[in-house]
């Protein structure tokens, strides 16, 4: 019910070709990059078309279509409003925006989209398809069936609308017509997975597990990178007690992605069934990797553990289960168990009445009528299984069937192509920056900030190469730093001869940094601020210098500070290891003197907005958002396409609990061409 359709439509905007060459060009390109699914270029493309030419109505279609397909719909939402704003018979701005508010839940807007596109073209077959299920999610089922009668009377031949009506059938628990409708969908096209799917699960959920497998293996059969068919395989052949079966389809998934939750998961429980005990734990070991907060995988290995003889770690891990749920009595009959084997006599008896106790509440509830508190019998007649969501500790020991959001998270390698929301990208700042004479290639290119002290840098001061203010540094190669080896030693015999001249002492020092000599790239930086009060440029390379001397002095324990810097980090992380920062004040570890260098640069020259971001991730080190969110603001001000700092601000604000105003700034970021905003909104969404 999920997947909304969506239509890019095939017109383009009436141009002047003489005088719009180079909008149309950069709108061609864009299409382009959508069509192959490069969203985030597209974006980068559209960008400039709007910022040459803000009237156009297209461009805001366009890149809201791009928005879309990286899940921002808000974003999506806005751009069509700015489309419509220029040309409100764009109808297919209608449309698309539509779609954005039922992404977002928003189902009577959408409706007024919907309904709007469909005056303009009452038989478009996708509109009408989304009308369908916008009516489901309203509940208004004969709505619904009147929006899908249209639909099939005028495109009898359309399978998608027979697929979305037996959703609509399955919300009124028809199964008879929903088995109707799926088995036209696969009479007019036998080619698709999604209808063999759909049918095998509605036929697991009538017991037919027969049928069920059947059309699992055709599903697998027509697409065999679908996860989710191997998840739910699993599931009916473990029905059908075929545990050799099962445990291969979920080695075939963990072959596909080893970070799958539900395949682990589901084979770790398989591995326990057969008494396969210490490659369970493995599993479950994975899985807790991955979901540090999934107390019933702790729950599991409790068991696990305990079964192989490790009382100490099944004690631990039952310790976790029930400080998360104080009421489940069956977890402090085992905890009592495990304490009087490890001689714990008193706590074994603490544990036995208070499962005594909890078992009682538990007994007069279900009496009262409340049969879903206390603890359950889970040993059921039949193989019941549970949503990923679902977290009723009473359900520990049933499989996990697939949810409806697990799909194209491994299409590409690279992580700037395609639906990019889906990679678990890490929660950290976007770095500091620094100066160097290198930087990176980027895949996507974000905006070039202007900065009069970096240009009057380069302009006055005779460097060998050009200096550039970077977040993106890239390493020195061999000849490289040979190179630069060759240039201090250049500037060594000039300043011999001109040892009052700040310039020489500067570029040295800019040779020593790159070559990670710091206390004398620090001493030669030192020297040019001693000769010109008034160096900007100085100022600022000396308070990235003294933060380079902190990254890589081991007894600071930092580590990178730059790393996890928001404690939403240990909320978003896939992998559940990012480090801590040590609570301990940064001040006291020398900050306080590159905090005053990042304040005499703002002194000489307000506009530099390099020296306000990177004052701000020091305050985001001592954790006082506030400040940080206050010097991005500021640095925004000067420079309105500051993607880090919008980026920055954005996670400082999610920070301190403004979820609206930090997702305002993610979406701005990702439009800019900051990729991992996408996956961050993805997420808080």
Known sequence: MKKILVVLPLFLASLSVSAQVNTDRMIMIGRNALYFEDYVV????????????????????????????????????EDCALCLERNPYYTAAYQLRGAAYQNQKKYEQAAADYKKSLDFYPEDKLTLVNMGIVNIELKQYDDAAKTFAALLNRFPDYSPG??????????????????????????????????????????????????????????????????GNYINRGLIKYNLNDLRGAMADYDRVIEMDGNNLIARFNRGLLRAHVADNNRAIKDFDKVLELEPDNTIAYLNRAMLNSEIGDKSAALSDLNVVLAEYPDFYTGY?????????????????????????????????????????????????????????????DKFNLLVVEDKESEEKNKYASQSRGKVQNYAAEIAFEPLFTVSYYEKDAEIRRPVYFSKTLDATNGHLGLKWKLRVTNHEASLDEFQVQNH?????????????????????FGRGMDFMLVQDYENALSDVNRAVSLDSTFVMAYFVRAIIRTKQLEVTPQNGLGNPRQSLSPLANSFTSNGASAKLPEISTRSLDYDAILKDYETVLKLDPDFIFARYNRAEIFGLEKDYRAAITDYTEAIKREPQFAEAYFNRGLSRLSIGDAAAGLEDLRKAGELGIVSSYSIIKRMQ
């Open 42 to 77: 597209a974006i980068q493309y559209f960008n400039q078309v709007i910022s040459a030419k803000p009237y156009l109505a297209e461009p805001y279609y366009l890149r809201g279509m791009a928005k879309f397909m990286l899940d921002d719909f808000k974003g999506a939402q």
């Open 162 to 227: 027979y697929l979305t009506r037996a959703q609509m059938h399955l919300e009124q628990n028809d199964t008879v017509q929903a088995m109707a409708d799926y088995d036209k969908a696969i009479e007019i096209d036998p080619y698709t997975g999604q209808s063999f799917s759909a049918r095998g699960l509605l036929y697991y959920q009538l017991k037919d597990y027969n049928k069920s497998l059947a059309d699992l293996d055709e599903a697998i059969r027509l697409d065999p990178y679908q996860q």
């Open 333 to 393: 009959y085992m905890r009592s168990q495990l304490k009087r084997e490890l001689n714990d006599l008193r706590g074994a008896e603490a544990d036995y009445n208070l499962a005594r106790s909890e078992e009682t509440k538990a007994r007069k509830a279900a009496v009262a009528g409340n049969a879903q508190a206390g603890g359950k019998d889970a040993d059921k007649k039949t193989k019941d299984t549970r949503e990923q969501t679902d977290r009723d500790i």
């Open 485 to 505: 080896f060759r240039s201090i030693d250049n500037y060594s015999k000039e300043i011999a001869d001109n040892p009052s001249v700040a310039a020489l002492y």
